[in-house]
């Protein structure tokens, strides 16, 4: 399987500051119709894991463009521009490319 | 709005199978686009995906749960189900129902249901 390693394990913010979350795959997550399944999902704090980003660097609509990711290869970034306090969670990344899908440890957004 | 909402017994006795429903409204899971998985999250721990399904009934499952798991669809009531056999205490997870295109990235996701295994 497909190992995702995300770090760090856990993430205090100032409020406003930026913050930058790594997540790196044992594999190149290139699919061969030169596609690459890198998602990223937030969970807050009693919910749901909600979905931020896919396909590396695509925005899901109505979430904030503070929230911005990139990479390529086996190496990705979820950056936030400004960290609110909205913002606690764990976020995790998950990819598509190789089977079975695998998610990455998750990474724990405090605020300081 | 697509809304997904799971439902089954909170506590499985250990050895038993657990079965849990999941009700897609506000869509059709008959839609040729999407495909439909089931993930469950262990108390404090990371995400795992069990399996998937298209309204076909084909289904893709985790080679770790495999030989346990089934998962089946049924159209007429727009839910799909999760079956996993022989279960122990290390099943005992919040399970998570979520749509799911081609490229494998679950949108939207059920509020979830915490299954725990015990005597």
């Known amino acids: 399987d497909v190992v995702m390693t995300q770090s760090p394990l856990s993430l205090p913010v100032t409020v406003g500051q930026p913050a930058s979350i790594s997540c790196r795959s044992s594999?190149?997550?290139?699919?061969?119709?030169?596609?690459?399944?890198l998602t990223w999902f937030q969970q807050r704090p009693g919910q749901s894991p909600r979905r931020l980003i896919y396909?590396?660097?695509n925005r899901d609509s109505g979430v904030p463009d503070r929230f911005s990711g990139s990479g390529s290869g086996t190496d990705f970034t979820l950056k936030i521009s400004r960290v609110e306090a909205e913002d606690v969670g764990v976020y995790y990344c998950m990819q598509g490319t190789h089977w079975p899908l695998t998610f990455g440890g998750g990474t724990k957004v405090e605020i300081k | 709005q697509l809304q997904l909402q799971e439902s089954g017994p909170g506590l499985v006795k250990p050895s038993e199978t657990l079965s849990l429903i999941c009700t897609v409204s506000g869509g059709f899971i008959s839609s040729s686009t999407y495909y439909w998985g089931w993930i469950r999250q262990p108390p404090g721990k990371g995400l795992e995906w069990i399996g998937s399904?298209?309204?076909?009934?084909?289904?893709y499952y985790n080679p770790s749960l495999k030989s346990r798991v089934t998962i089946s669809v049924d159209t007429s009531k727009n839910q799909f189900s999760l079956n996993l056999s022989s279960v122990t205490a290390a099943d005992t997870a919040v399970y998570y129902c979520?749509?799911?295109?081609?490229?494998?990235?679950?949108?939207?996701w059920g509020q979830g249901t915490l299954v725990t295994v015990s005597s």
């Open positions: 399904i298209y309204y076909s009934g084909s289904t």
């Open positions: 979520a749509r799911h295109g081609s490229s494998w990235d679950f949108d939207p």
């Open positions: 594999q190149s997550l290139v699919y061969s119709d030169g596609n690459t399944y």
């Open positions: 396909k590396v660097s």
